[in-house]
């Protein structure tokens, strides 16, 4: 299995980002496009929580965004694991994996409550994702919603992700 590292994005690799995302969405069946730009504004509204990049080699071939949800009712601690993106000529070598694998890690490092990801249930769940049916996310199929809490943390309703998600 191919060796990755993971380390947190720098300013001299928002291009790269930028570019890998755009190559990794291009023609994935439920993209509108528009993943780039969802990255780009939550590092300008300064909630890019973790911004994490897999490198192989010394090339970027990756990159993981984290930032804050809320659920109604609860306290703060909850984050989106989104978008993710792997480069074409590197996607099935384990470089997603790792940067989930990673990003949880940190997350629950931090003291965080929990993570949300709107995503393939079969991949997701062997991160311990899963559909709840008390956790939603409106327009969203139900099974592709899928909560992962951290401890004893509790969450339900239906999800808020941050505004950059969905621009006027």
């Not at 990159?63 to 009712?73: D, E, I, K, N």
């Not at 792997?86 to 990003?103: E, I, M, N, T």
């Not at 079969?122 to 956790?135: K, L, Q």
Request: proline share 7%; aromatic share 10%; charged share 15%.
């Amino acid at each position: 299995m191919p060796r990755f590292s993971i380390r947190p994005e720098t300013a001299a690799d928002v291009d790269a980002i930028d570019r890998i995302t755009r190559a990794a969405f291009q023609h994935h069946p439920h993209s509108d496009q528009t993943e780039h730009l969802i990255i780009a504004r939550l590092r300008a509204a300064g909630v890019l929580t973790l911004s994490l990049v897999a490198e192989q080699n010394g090339q970027m071939i990756g990159h993981a965004a984290f930032s804050p949800v809320t659920f109604p009712g609860t306290s703060a601690g909850w984050y989106g694991l989104g978008p993710i993106a792997v480069a074409p000529h590197s996607q099935g070598q384990g470089a997603g994996a790792a940067l989930v694998q990673h990003g949880l890690e940190l997350l629950r490092a931090r003291g965080a409550a929990g993570c949300v990801v709107l995503g393939e249930p079969a991949y997701y769940g062997r991160f311990g994702f899963s559909h709840r049916a008390d956790c939603v996310f409106a327009g969203a199929p139900a099974p592709y919603f899928q909560v992962l809490a951290f401890g004893n943390s509790q969450a339900s309703g239906e999800v808020a992700y941050h505004a950059a998600f969905a621009p006027d």
